[in-house]
């Protein structure tokens, strides 16, 4: 019976040596902790350091007792290795500088003799946080300007430069040079620019490359680096557009200017006026910027702020349902095509947008004018004028831009007639008489604007001449060229005449006359 026992606890006892062994092993190794080891190469062992479980001599109840208090001490074990394994701390990770990011959007525009540059300052740093406090940790930009870079300098980019400090090019490459002013200029988080006013030097032909880049420092004057580069043409800039007049046309609104010996197109901004005189403003972009966090809130807390946040939408001024900038040929027609000959109905004109720029065609010679086939009657805008000289340098393809002209206002009125209908005919008409009447038809005006024609008859001798006044036989204007006149009376001559009406009122002139007489049948 003894034998017996020593021969059960004897298993269990290497089973409780293996399992505290391996386990404390796993976990001593995942936490690097080597003590752990010894500790579990002693589970199982009495105080006097022999092993209980194997001496015939001791009592089956002390082998119960020893067995209970080695079980307890290995679990015991086994959840402190656990938990100071699950305890380790990861690798600790260097502070963050508080850099902010580097500028991804950096743009550039010559402009007379100077370039303006344009970016958006970021609103976290290069560890994703937002930066803190900018009114109190202010930012600064440092812009610097490179002089006909290599296309290796291009290519490649360049180390951040220190404040005050040439940035080092590529081996052999120019340096980027700071021209911002001492102490750099003052940021904040959202859209940003400057413009540089380059030296005479640079605003002589021969035209060349010139590269600029942004970097973004914090309160305590430190940078995660410069951009990539953008890029504007130094050289002279073509004459400023002056003299720039506008009126209302037939066709649309006609502008002119003072015509000179240059080849450079022409571009015009065209702005929406509102009710008040000024331009009005494109709506807001949507956008997804997500807003500071305020500290000391869960994330829970500020995802149930988020979501219960109403979201600010735009809204687009009443004369338009777009603000996005449009370019198109100033020679180009209003589109749309004049309606079938079975019907037609009044169409609309799509809302105005707010911004539109438009370009003359290049020519031999300036022209001194051109019209805005896209300006809607009823709508009132500011122009303005500007040459644009365009050049290739180093495989880029700038613009040189004048500056802008004085602008001009425009409230486009449409107090243009229509065209004259053409080719009236006129012929009798029904099979009955009953039915009997004189039938007309002509060709239908192209105007976009007619709505309809108004139909004029006149009585006339034999001989073809006036013996009374013309009246109007429709009281409202007929969409189709064709009209039955059903009053006219046997053996009476008629002359009739068309005209075309717009919808603004405007009359056109009538169409040449067109005789017929209803006869006895």
Known sequence: MLKSNQKMYGYRRVLDFMAGYLGCNVLCRISDRDPMIRLGALIGEDRSGRNASLNPMTPPHSLRHSHSSRWLAASAMLLIAFTVGCASPAPPRPPSLNL????????????????????????????????????KNPMTAEICRIVSPTAASSAASVVAASSGTPAPGVAGGPACVPVTPAGRLRVKPGASEWADALPATLTVDPAGLLAYRVQIFNAKGHSA???????????????????????????GAMLEWKRIDSTASVVLDRHLV????????????????????DEG??????KAAKTSKAPQTATAPALSTTASTTQTSMTQAASGAPAASGSKTLQLAPPAP????????????DAGGTID????????????????????VDGHKLELRSVASAPVTLAVRDIFPPGVPTD??????????????????????????VVGYIVYRQDVDSAGAATGTATRLNASPVADPAYRDQTALTGHRYAYRVSAIDAAGNESAPSAEAQEMLREQ
């Open 100 to 135: 902010p990011e580097i500028v991804k959007d950096l743009s550039a525009e010559r402009v007379g003799t100077e370039v303006r540059l344009r970016w958006t300052t970021p609103e976290k740093t290069t560890d994703k946080l937002f930066i803190k406090d900018p009114v």
């Open 424 to 449: 009236l005919e006129a012929v009798p008409g029904g099979a009955t008489a009953s039915d009997r009447s004189i039938d007309l038809s002509w060709t239908p005006d192209t105007d976009l604007d």
């Open 274 to 293: 509102g009710a008040d005189g000024a331009d009005v403003q494109p709506p807001a972009k949507d956008s997804k910027k997500t807003s500071k966090p």
């Open 373 to 392: 086939h896209t300006a809607q009657k009823g709508v009132t805008y500011h122009y303005s004028a500007r040459r644009v000289r365009e050049i290739s």
């Open 297 to 302: 809130k869960s994330s829970k807390k500020r």
């Open 354 to 365: 707010v911004e539109v720029r438009l370009r003359t065609p290049r020519e031999a010679a």
């Open 225 to 251: 680096g410069l951009s990539a580069e953008t890029f504007a043409a130094s050289g002279a800039v073509p004459p400023a557009v002056e003299e720039l007049h506008a009126t209302s046309s037939r066709e």
